[in-house]
């Protein structure tokens, strides 16, 4: 039950009532709402935190709770940083602003005689040794993207309240893919628990988890949190996970002093464990509840707001779908602008151009963003915006030559260079030197970090082609002196830049203008979103990224990665009814990105998919080393009928000009041949 306030301070009329001024009505109905349940719908951009602190002041200056009783919980130090800052200004302090991992860290500090028996164990500050211990001890080779997958999953199965022998059957259900099977990460997450105990060591999830359960096991250790936390305050709500959840019951006990604050919209991390069914299911769980909408948008102009509005409320009957429409407050700007490109260079070189006018014209860098999907799409930007001179900030990620991935395939070049003789084409040669280290351009995996360090070999491939392009006769060494010309260029230090991030990276920021960019199907929505739930959390993972612009908003896609490739993506879903000329297509999940050919020529590139299926295993190498996917559909779509036409097709270099050149024309005169053979 709701505990009685206490008695108010003489003067504590005039000094809550100060507390009020310079609140919009909603504001102010939130910050009187003083006791629990509370629950504050607070769109993107209404004032949600100025709204938390000012009802924080207002119920501390009424004498409704002493400062020091006061828990509030945000998810980033940072955030929880500001709170005190914002509340200390309003003559407010002694209030507790923490994210849930440094509450539960206090407490168990505090109780762990108690709890464990004996002196708090050490926080491990990486998970990443055990797990390569776990590993070892089942004979399990893992690269650094694997290593960092099982990470997240372990992190995912914890915070979601699985144990190790319940984690097949809760990945299925939650349809959880990584390049692991689901029972090599089950005996992993296993050994990493048992190797942790052996070193008496806890990792973060570990806090939650035992504090948790001294609450529920231990009265004597209840009461004592419950006596001095009786009012609670939890922002982003829609991103609280089971172990959150558990936390926060635990500290409640059967109180409702309890005010949340979330945007079901812009629920982003499902993938980490977060259920917005949480803030969803409030009033179904407090039926008592006073129930307040921030709908009121400060920061973005009437334009924006009005495109952020159409792209969520597409959702339709998704679940999560919009509770809030949001009313712009600002003056009207300029309408967001739409542009497709034939390629990534082309889309990035127009950013980059765009972006130096904006300088010229007196924006700030550091109020300039380009935000996007996958940190593999930042190596284009950083270019773009490298050869224009403009400096840049990466945020959330390493710059693309820094990734360990590409740090290791750089090295692995030089030494190739030195047995590059010339006859074998420079694109052949760096994706057999991917392939070293277990890349396969046709078997992308689902997702996670493994996905990622593909997605940046990917683009080291592509460099290749566009290399080639360039200068067909172009051997490896060059090459390689090319990518240490790139590296840094691109590394040079900056204090202030223009702000390069990933769409996750980019919560709770803003900047007056964005440019999303690389919004192309499966991408965004990205190509393992399959379920009905992953392709709703995509749609507002784009709304998250359209608020965050103040003033201007730009987005754009390009019909192919590289120059001369056939131009076959399509622009996003998401954008359609909202860009113009497009109308909606047929809801579900966004076919796996691939290059295919044009209708008329999918007959013979099947003929040729045949034939080159059946010379890879006469040779017993994988079907790409022959020829890839693009290769094969830009000889569909070329039809050449000579040897010197086959010879200006991308991808055709000289050593399978003169290998392949034969059958491959006879598959195109339409004969089906047998594979040749090759020395």
Known sequence: MTSAPTNPPADAGTSAAAMLSGLDPEQRTAAQAVRGPVCILAGAGTGKT??????????????????????????????????RTRLRALGVGGVQARTFHAAALRQLNYFAPKILGGPMPQVADSQIRWIIQAANRMKLRTDRAELRDLASEIDWAKSSL???????????????GISLTPAKVADVYAGYEEAKQRNNEIDFADLLLIMSGALESDERIAAQVRGQYRYFVIDEYQDVSPLQQRLLTGWLGDRD???????ANQTIYSFAGARPSYLLDFGERYPQATVVRLERDYRSTPQIVELANGLISAAGGERGAPRLRLVG???????PTFAEHDDEVAEATSVASSIKKLLAAGTPAAEIAVLFRINAQSEVYEQALSELGIPYILRGGEKFFERAEIRQAVVLLRGAARADDGTVPLPELVVEVLSSVGWNPEHPPPGGAARERWESLAALRDLADQFVAEEPEARLDTFNADLEQRAASQHAPTVQGITLASLHSAKGLEWDAVFLVGLVDGTIPIQHATTPEQQAEERRLLYVGVTRARQRLALSWALARNPGQARRRRPSRLLDGLRPGATPRQSGPAKKAKVVPQSDDAATFGRLRAWRKKQAESQ?????????????????????????????????????LARYAVPVLAVLAGADPEPVDVD
């Not at 602190?53 to 009783?69: E, Q």
């Not at 559909?633 to 991808?651: F, M, S, T």
């Open 329 to 335: 407050q600002r003056p009207p700007g300029p309408k």
């Open 162 to 176: 699985v144990s190790p022998q319940d984690y097949v059957a809760a990945a299925a259900r939650a349809n959880r």
């Open 257 to 263: 002093d309890i005010c949340v604050v979330g945007d």
């Open 620 to 656: 017993g190498v994988p079907a790409y080393v022959v020829f890839s996917d693009a290769t094969l559909v830009a000889i569909a779509d070329g039809d050449p009928q000579d040897e010197a036409a086959l010879a200006h097709i991308p991808g055709v270099g000289p050593t399978k």
């Open 50 to 83: 100025r709204a938390i602190t000012h009802r924080i002041a207002y119920a501390v200056r009424s004498g409704v709770v002493p400062a020091d009783a006061v828990l509030a919980v945000t998810f980033t130090a940072r955030a929880a940083g500001e709170l």
